[in-house]
């Protein structure tokens, strides 16, 4: 996901500190994953070259005196970003698809290709509901994103599992 | 550890269909097990064996230590009744009764007392959080506390084993969820083992492990606990 559109997004309901950016994203989007300060500042630095914020400094001390604000433009490409759907992933190059061909054409078991598949993709579908049944409205909805497109996976596997013959019949 | 539930080399026919065909498989005490495969595959049909529904044509089915293929019908009955629970599909709840009424049965066929059997059940619909149709009648409550009050009537009488067909199959994902949830933690609160027959994988995730039946036989994934 975009870190600048997303810092965008925070500067809309007024103007902020760098540190302060930071805390808010890791809270909303972090999830495990921080953000370096040095990527608040990198992003900042481009978001005001390319006029979508702007800078108010403060008087005092202090190696953080810069508050940043939306500017009008910001706020208009923000608008454009939320209303473009972002493009559906095809994920055409299935590698779990060409384990199961090689299988086929090696003459080993493709069952246990798939069935390997399911036990992994089951176990962590099994950590994240664990999160979510203890977490807070927003790792529900982040894990069942995760969990919708595990579950897809699988319903793949279990098809292709009851196609193998088939499919065999074809590869060799 | 041993299993507590067991099924080795069960065979079972609908006239020239094999439903199942040498399908064993192990249940512990406490674990929740998903039985997953396609439609068709034999897994509910597995699942009837288990719980002393259907007799397999050949193989054994064991329950703490008693082979319950050789029991007689009554026997098989009480046990159903005081060591078996049972969720299905769509609730099978009884429409004359009220939901508390419903939930009461297990235990009052079991030979508690009116009152003791209504306030146990009263606790169960409080814990699911649908104390407020105990009053109504399964048709007066929504899809989703039905099937919490089929949940409270499976675990009234404290059962060792809870068999659940595609608890959520007929109810939104919403729904399904919160069903699943509050199923699954009391279930693990009283200690009961769970097989949960399911096809979808967002509902196996409450399992500890899965077993995945296929044209009748299983392949079971190891227990690691």
Redesign the interface.
Known sequence: MSVGYAILGLLENGPRHGYDLKRSYDERFGHGRALHYGQVYSTLARLLKNGLVEVESEPGEGPDRKRYAITTAGVTDMEGWLGTPEKPEPYLQSTLYTKVVLALLTGRDAADVL?GQ??E??RL??E??RRK?DGDLADQLICDHA??H??AD??WL?LT??RLDQLAARVR | MQPLLTAEDVTYSFGPTHALDSASLRVYAGEVLALMGPSGSGKSTLLHCLAGILTPDSGQVTFDGRDITAMSDTARSALRRTDFGFVFQFGQLVPELSCLENVALPLRLAGVGRREAQRRSAEWLERLEVADVAGKRPGQASGGQGQRVAVARALVTRPRVIFADEPTGALDSLNGERVMQLFIAAARDTGAAVVLVTHEARVAAYSDREAVVRDGRVREQEYAR
């Open positions: 069935d399911r036990t993709h089951l579908m099994r994240l509901t049944t969990l919708f595990l579950e699988l319903r279990e599992a009851a």
